[in-house]
Each structure stands twice: as C-alpha cells, then as structure tokens.
C-alpha cells in the first residue's frame, strides 16, 4: 500500500466508524471505499466484514446486563443464524468474482432500501405477527436473513431486530442486544470463512479497523450533537447515486 491509499483508508475507517455510531449504514462507504484501493469485488466485501468489526461490537459490552437476562434462549438463535452466515459465505465463494461483481448494484440497492424503509418493514412485522403464531416461520426468516448477512450484509440490523421483537422480546434494549450479538457472531464466523479461504486482504482491514475504532469512539461522542435524520437522508442519497453508478456500469 502507497502512504496514500493507507490515509485514504484510515480516513475512510473514521468517517465510516463515526457514521456507524450515529446513523448506521456505513458499509454503503466502507464497500466501495475498499474497491477504490484496488481491491477485488469479493476480496473488498469480505475485507470489509473485518474492518468494520469493531463498530459492530462496539455496543455489546453496554448490554452486559440484558445479555445475562436472556439465558440459554440465545442458543438457537446463534445457531440458526451462525449456520445461515456460514452458508452465505460459502456462497459467496462458490458464486465466484464474476456472479458477485453482477449483483454489486442489486445488493447496493437492496441494502440502501432496507435502511430507509427497514423500520417501517420492522413495526409492520412486529404488529403483524407473535411469538406464538409464528413459530418455526420466524426462524427461517432468520436463517434466510443470515445467509445475506454471511454474503453482504448491509442494512441487515433492522431486520435482525424486527425478528427478535417478533420473537417475544419486547423490550427494545433487550432486543437490540440480541440483535448486535447475532450480527457480531455471524460476522465473526463470515471472516473466519473467508480468512481461511484467503480473501481477506490483512493489511487494508487493519488500517480501516483502526479509523473505525476511533471513529466509532468520537461518532459515539457526538451523536446527541448530529440530527440522525439528516444523516440517514445522506446515506440513502448515496445509495441510491452508488446503485445507479453500478447500474450504469454492468450496462
């Protein structure tokens, strides 16, 4: 790496661990970001799972208390959505370079549509159904929902939290906690996938990890500072422009 794409990584990292902690959304950044260094479709996506780990798990050591109060109900959950994350990652290597770089601009898309609507998709799915009457429904909606998360990913948090709530577990605290546990432990387990399959560039996750880390810190800070809506507006401008780009560019 030249000094020059080393800054332009860390600088990336911090914008996109500081856009984390106020707005989410920030692989939309990280992503094309990665690509922009010279790395490879799937390399840059399966890089990026490392890179913005740290902004991922940044909220679990706050939730301590509500993790504890959840017991072995956790179990299955990991589990279906651990195995949902580990079969979208071996799709991601099965699919190969060629079959991702074409869904590049319908995954962006996708991602940007379920952060602008995934919370009106979220309160739609929790009035809708229960507990009770959705049984085995909901944990196929969570392993189908995890095999995005173990190829792509982004924008995948509401739903994960939608689930959840629909689950029974009503207080928002207790479900956001699940919800950032379940996307810690499947992106653990995608960059184990992808490291031993070697797609993971060590170097340039490193230097992203580190401006996210900071990043997320200082986005943490200045949260209560920032009007989220604002922001969000921002991220789904740009989704949307990078959707088209893509778009134009398989033409």
């Known amino acids: 790496m030249t000094i020059q794409t080393i800054m332009f990584l860390v600088g990336i990292g911090v914008f996109g661990g500081a856009w ?36 991922n798990a940044a909220a679990l050591p706050a939730y301590r208390r509500e993790l504890a109060g959840v ?3 956790i179990v299955p959950l990991l589990v279906v959505s651990g195995l949902g994350a580990i079969a979208g990652s071996l799709l991601l290597l099965v699919s190969g370079e060629a079959v991702f770089e074409a869904l590049i601009p319908a995954l962006v898309l996708l991602a940007t549509g379920l952060f602008a609507f995934g919370e009106r998709l979220r309160k739609r799915m929790v009035a809708g159904l229960n507990g009770s009457s959705a049984g085995v429904l909901l944990y196929v909606a969570l392993f189908v929902f995890s095999i995005y998360g173990g190829y792509f990913g982004a924008g995948l948090g509401i739903i ?16 956001n906690s699940l919800k950032n546990l379940l996307a810690t432990s499947f992106t653990i387990l995608s960059i184990v996938v992808f490291g031993v399959s070697g797609l993971i560039a060590w170097p340039e996750a490193g230097v992203v990890m580190c401006g996210s880390t900071f990043g997320g810190y200082f986005g943490a800070r200045c949260a209560r500072l920032v009007n989220e809506k604002y922001l969000r507006v921002g991220v789904i401008a740009f989704g949307i422009i990078l959707s088209i780009v893509y778009f134009a560019k398989a033409d």
Do not use: D, E
């Open 20 to 55: 984390n902690a106020v707005a989410g959304g920030a692989t939309l950044f990280t992503f094309p970001a990665l690509m922009a260094a010279g790395l490879p479709p799937v390399v840059a996506n399966a890089t990026n799972y490392l890179a913005m780990l740290p902004s």
């Open 71 to 73: 017991g072995l109900v």
């Open 160 to 175: 994960l939290l939608a689930i959840v709530q629909i689950m029974g577990f009503s207080s928002f605290h207790v479900a």
